[in-house]
């Protein structure tokens, strides 16, 4: 097999002429703070998942660190998250004096399991974040009716959900809170950026409060002609506000996001057919519910060789890949600061090492999915 000369990506966002034209108008208007486009965007999003409100951030680390604190939680709470996840939530938790409490995951889709999550409910557990794993959904049914019964917040963690549906509803339409992201990796991007959304009217203004500096109006409002620029601050809060010109830019994004979706399937579905019989790895499993798959990542399980020396040699053939994620519950601080019991979470240590993202991007060619498939089944049959 001939390695191609040029690098391939993990991911590569997916940029045109609408989105080019649209942040250039933004710069014309002279108005490319946080302004009408952005409010535009969050009634946009609010129209995609069906809840009440949306907030827009500079990213969803910023929006855990909001919605976590507006939930009013207190040093030594319990939160109970996948450890498969981000690093990002688990700070979030800790930062704010909570306590990360570890759930582990279902083998086959990576989501986390929910019949394994009562078991790990005591007195100060306050919240539950569930990740929709890749763009797969974790079981709404479930986390709501035991958050239900224990009177518990419930936080998804939706970074890999824009376009995922569980049984017809999708990714934060559920009533509770939903955080979103826009990083260049992510189905949509602003550059950087992330998005609440909530039917809560009341935790929706205190988002806003605590966006911006706790200033009750927005600047866009306060300078417009004939307006008033005085403003009182009601709380004290932060510089988490999205900009107009990145709203531009997810405007024009989310306008294609079926798009860019459909392509995502595309490609996942190459990956499944031309890799489905190869032994030495397994392909992501698929919920057994109704739902659709956003596709946000096509992640593997390397069961044929030492996963470092398989990335090896996915870069000799010049393929990038990611690794989402490490355990979080294996971090050194986390280990030193909580220690954790090792054997707890036996799914989430086993396929910790072996897991692996393959590029998944929308403007990748088909020659070029073809590509990855015949270098991975080279390295598998030459060295597995």
Not at 74 to 93: C, H, Q, W, Y
Not at 127 to 137: K, L, N, S
Request: with cysteine; proline share 4%; glycine share 8%.
């Amino acid at each position: 097999m001939k390695v191609r000369k040029d690098f391939l990506p993990l991911s590569r966002p997916s940029i045109g002429e609408k989105e080019i034209k649209g942040v250039v108008k933004c710069l014309e208007s002279g108005w490319i703070t946080t302004g009408p486009l952005c409010k535009k965007f969050e009634d946009e999003f609010c129209h995609l998942t069906g809840a009440s409100h949306a907030v827009s951030l500079t990213s969803a680390t910023a929006g855990m660190h909001l919605t976590l604190l507006a939930s009013g939680l207190k040093r030594g709470d319990e939160v109970l998250t996948p450890s498969l996840t981000f690093a990002s939530t688990i700070n979030m938790i800790v930062m704010l004096g909570g306590r990360p409490v570890f759930v582990d995951v279902d083998y086959d889709t990576l989501n986390l399991n929910t019949e394994q999550l009562e078991q790990q409910i005591t007195k100060k557990t306050k919240t539950i974040i569930p990740v929709h794993f890749a763009g797969a959904p974790v079981n709404m049914d479930e986390i709501l009716r035991i958050a239900g019964h224990y009177n518990l917040h419930v936080i998804e963690d939706a970074a890999h959900a824009l376009g995922t549906y569980f049984k017809g509803t999708h990714a934060g339409g559920f009533g509770h809170q939903a955080i979103f992201s826009f990083h260049p990796i992510k189905n949509i991007t602003t550059g950087e950026g992330g998005m609440i959304t909530t039917n809560d009217e009341e935790l929706g203004k205190k988002l806003r409060l605590l966006r911006f500096h706790g200033i009750e109006r927005d600047a866009w409002k306060r300078y417009g002609k004939g307006d008033n620029p005085e403003y009182d601050i009601i709380a004290p809060g932060f510089k988490y506000n999205l900009t107009d010109m990145q709203a531009a830019l997810g405007l024009a994004q989310l306008s294609r996001l079926n798009e860019l979706n459909r392509r995502r399937k595309e490609i996942a579905e190459i990956y499944m057919r031309e890799l489905e019989n190869l032994g030495g790895l397994e392909l992501p499993g698929s919920p057994s519910y109704e739902h659709c798959h956003a596709w946000h990542l096509f992640v593997i399980k390397i069961l044929a060789m030492e996963r470092t020396l398989f990335m090896q040699k996915l870069a000799e053939y010049n393929v990038g890949y990611g690794l989402h994620f490490p355990a979080g519950h294996l971090l050194s601080y986390i280990k030193r600061r909580f220690k954790p019991e090792r054997n707890n979470l036996p799914v989430t240590e086993c396929i910790a090492e072996r897991i692996l993202s393959l590029p998944l991007f929308p403007d990748m060619k088909n020659e070029d999915v073809y590509y990855v498939c015949e270098a991975v089944k080279e390295i598998i049959r030459h060295h597995g």
